[in-house]
């Protein structure tokens, strides 16, 4: 297994692009989310979907979207890059029964100029 | 927005002592996690812990779970370079959201 992967791993956007970060996950996994970490600020949530055709928005949603048509795929949107979206990212998927323990991707290392 | 607050922010210390790790919140969770990130990397689920006054034992770590379900600590044994890492505790609360600690850096000097 693959487990959870990511794409691209880095990124440079201007002020106002817009770009998607891909997410796949092979462990059949239901809960799919998408988390950005900051310096001294951990990993905050900012969408995250509990099976195909459902999402949900988390602490930070603004300026990005999502969407979820298979249990495998979970790509986020940003709709117009602002440099405040300069962060990593990080996709990561769990079964939405019990402890629901998450799998994290690599990651993808964001940055807006 | 259900906080949780980490502390240390940073612990450096020698090869061979104890440390202990706090993860601290006003809110309940139904369960909390512990999570350890080295650079460069995703974050790799050490342990879950779902039952208030819960104790689970990981090879020289320990983890406890609050008896209100809203505190957890961690606490290494004899600490080796390869505990070095960043250390995040995350509770699920409601609404199936998950909230993140802002981590404890931890540097084991050999």
């Known amino acids: 297994n693959a487990g959870v992967t990511q794409t691209p791993k880095f990124q440079v956007l201007k002020t106002g692009q817009s770009m998607t970060l891909q997410c796949a996950q092979d462990?059949?996994?239901?809960?799919m989310s998408w988390y950005r970490q900051d310096p001294g600020m951990g990993l905050r949530l900012i969408h995250y979907?509990?099976?195909?055709?459902?999402?949900d928005q988390g602490e930070v949603p603004n300026g990005y979207n999502v969407s979820r048509s298979t249990t495998e795929d979970f790509p986020l949107r940003l709709l117009s890059a602002a440099p405040s979206q300069t962060s990593v990212y990080f996709c990561a998927s769990s079964y939405s029964r019990g402890p629901f323990e998450q799998y994290f991707g690599p990651g993808t290392r964001l940055t807006v100029t | 927005t259900q906080l949780l607050e980490q502390s240390p922010q940073f612990l450096s210390i020698q090869e061979g002592e104890n440390l202990t790790v706090y993860c601290n919140s006003s809110?309940?969770?139904?369960?909390l996690q512990w999570y350890r990130q080295e650079p460069g990397e995703g974050p790799v689920l050490l342990v879950t812990v779902v039952t208030g006054g819960e104790v689970k034992k990981l090879k020289r770590l320990t983890f406890q779970f609050g008896d209100a379900r809203k505190d957890s600590s961690l606490h290494i044994t004899a600490a080796q370079p390869g505990d070095t890492g960043l250390y995040l505790c995350a509770g699920m609360g409601t609404g199936n959201q998950f909230y993140f600690g802002t981590g404890t850096s931890l540097t084991v000097i050999p």
């Open positions: 979907s509990v099976g195909a055709g459902i999402t």
């Open positions: 809110s309940v969770f139904s369960s």
């Open positions: 462990m059949n996994h239901e809960y």
